[in-house]
C-alpha cells in the first residue's frame, strides 16, 4: 500500500500536462500485468524448483527493484516535501468536505471494489463450479478479467487526457458494469459468466486511470488536502469496498441464487454510476450559478 501510493503520487506529479492519466493508467497496467504474468511464473518455478527457492528469487527481486528506483528518483523527490503535518482527523475531514471526492469515493470507488470482491474472486468461480468446469477451466475464465482490463486500461487513460471527461468515462464504465452482470437475463449461463467477467474487466479497466487522474485536480480545489493524502483515503476506500464485496455477496447469494445475485450487482453497479453523473451534474450547475 505505500509503495502503490508512493508511486502514484511521484507520477501525478510528474507527468506532463495533459498525459497524468495515461501515467497513472501505465502504473496500473504495469501492476495488473504483473500480477498475471508473475501468477503464472511463480506457479510454474515453484512447481519445478520448490516453495524456499520461489520465495528467495522474489525476494532477490524486490530487492533489486528498490536498488533501482534508489539508483533513479532524485533525492527529496516526491509528495509532501515541506507541507505542514496535518492530523489524521483533520486529513480526513478536509478531503471528504470537498463534493467530488466524496460523491468518487462513494458512488465510484467502493461500488468497483464491491463488485471486483464479490463478483470477479467470490461468485464468479462459484457459478463455474456449478457449471461442471474444471478449477483449470474456472481460473482461465477468471483470468479473463485481468487480460481484458489491461488494454481498457490504456484506452481509458487515453479518452481520459484526451476528452478532459475523466468523470463521465467513470460513471460511463459503472453503467457498463451494470449491464454486464445482467447478461443472465438474456444469454445462457455457460456465455453469460464469462461476457460478465469480460464486461467488468473492461469497464473498470476504463475507469482505473481517470479515477487517480482526477485526484490532484481536486486536491487542487478550496482547502482540500494533498494529492498523497487524497489518493490514500481513495485507496482505503478501496480496500473498504474489497473487504465487503465478498459477504454482501454471499448474503445475496443464500437469499436468491447465483442469477439474482449478479442482477442485484448489476442493479448496484448502475444505481450507484447514474447517481454519480447526476450528483456530479447538479454540483457542477451549482458551482456556475454561483460563479
Known amino acids: 500500500a505505500v509503495v502503490t501510493n508512493a508511486c502514484q503520487v511521484h507520477l501525478a506529479q510528474e507527468a506532463p500536462h495533459g498525459r497524468v492519466a495515461r501515467s497513472l493508467g501505465g502504473f496500473t497496467a504495469a501492476v495488473m500485468t504483473g500480477a498475471v504474468c508473475g501468477t503464472a511464473i511463480g506457479a510454474v518455478l515453484a512447481d519445478r524448483l520448490g516453495f524456499r527457492i520461489t520465495y528467495g528469487l522474489s525476494a532477490l527481486l524486490v530487492l533489486g527493484i528498490a536498488l533501482l528506483v534508489w539508483r533513479q528518483v532524485a533525492p527529496g523527490g516526491g509528495a509532501g516535501g515541506g507541507e505542514p503535518h496535518v492530523g489524521l482527523w ?23 471494489k464491491v463488485l471486483l470482491g464479490g463478483f470477479i474472486f467470490f461468485l464468479a468461480p462459484l457459478q463455474l463450479q456449478e457449471l461442471g468446469l474444471s478449477q483449470a477451466a474456472i481460473g482461465r475464465n477468471v483470468m479473463l478479467y485481468g487480460f481484458c482490463m489491461v488494454p481498457a486500461i490504456a484506452a481509458g487513460a487515453w479518452i481520459a487526457d484526451r476528452s478532459g471527461r475523466g468523470e463521465l468515462i467513470i460513471a460511463g464504465a459503472g453503467v457498463l458494469n451494470g449491464i454486464g452482470l445482467m447478461l443472465p437475463m438474456w444469454l445462457e449461463p455457460a456465455l453469460a459468466l464469462p461476457g460478465a467477467i469480460i464486461v467488468t474487466g473492461i469497464a473498470q479497466g476504463l475507469a482505473a486511470a481517470p479515477m487517480l487522474a482526477i485526484i490532484p ?75
Do not use: C, K, N, W
Open 90 to 112: 483533520r486529513s480526513a475531514r478536509a478531503a471528504f468536505a470537498e463534493p467530488r471526492f466524496t460523491l468518487l469515493v462513494v458512488l465510484a470507488a467502493i461500488p468497483a
Open 217 to 291: 485536480s481536486i486536491s487542487r480545489a478550496g482547502a482540500a488536502p494533498s494529492s498523497a493524502t487524497m489518493l490514500s483515503f481513495l485507496r482505503l476506500a478501496e480496500r473498504v469496498g474489497s473487504v465487503i464485496g465478498p459477504p454482501v455477496t454471499a448474503s445475496l447469494l443464500m437469499l436468491g441464487g447465483g442469477q439474482r445475485t449478479m442482477l442485484a450487482l448489476g442493479i448496484l453497479s448502475l444505481v450507484t454510476a447514474l447517481g454519480y453523473g447526476l450528483a456530479l451534474l447538479v454540483h457542477r450547475v451549482r458551482r456556475e450559478d454561483a460563479a
